[in-house]
């Protein structure tokens, strides 16, 4: 509940790192998006987007796109979309997440998987259910093979997808 004080020890964290290592080093980037996670929480949604923009910049001009951070960064920035109901902003973001994490850990890992199940979610709220049963049984394949049948994120996908299949 501190992000007032959380964002203060960020914008001190940015300074040192700039003065020391430049505008274009990884860490940067990492500031950046960690700021944009809490500006999320406060619910400043165009500033939280403004850090994620920053740190995916950075990211991508210091390290290229096929990083795992690139990935969770694109994710970031969809979950700011989402909550902003800008729901085909976040599927953009979410699908680059996606191929990122096809790339970098192949399409039977959990974070693939979770790049399907948030499409999957949102496709759900747009009522667009073969889309949402496409994407839903994809993650819950994977999750399942992964993560086991009684694991928590396995069990919330699965009644995403049962929620899917309903009339």
Known sequence: GEYDKALHMYERALK??????????????????????????MGEFDKALEM????LKI????????????????S???SVFERKGEYDKALEMYDKALQIRLLVYGAEFP????????MGAIYLKQG???KARENLAKALGIYEATL???HPTTK????WLKEAQSP
């Open 148 to 150: 086991g049948l009684d």
């Open 59 to 74: 990211k991508l001009a210091a390290q290229g796109q096929q990083q795992p951070v690139t990935a969770d960064i694109c």
């Open 156 to 159: 919330k996908c699965e009644g």
């Open 76 to 78: 970031n920035m969809a």
């Open 16 to 41: 040192i790192k700039l003065a020391v290592s430049g505008k274009w080093h990884p860490d940067i980037a990492t500031i950046y998006n960690n700021m944009g996670l809490t500006y999320g929480k």
């Open 52 to 55: 994620h923009e920053q740190a």
């Open 128 to 130: 667009l259910r073969d």
């Open 111 to 118: 974070d693939t998987a979770m790049a399907h199940s948030n």
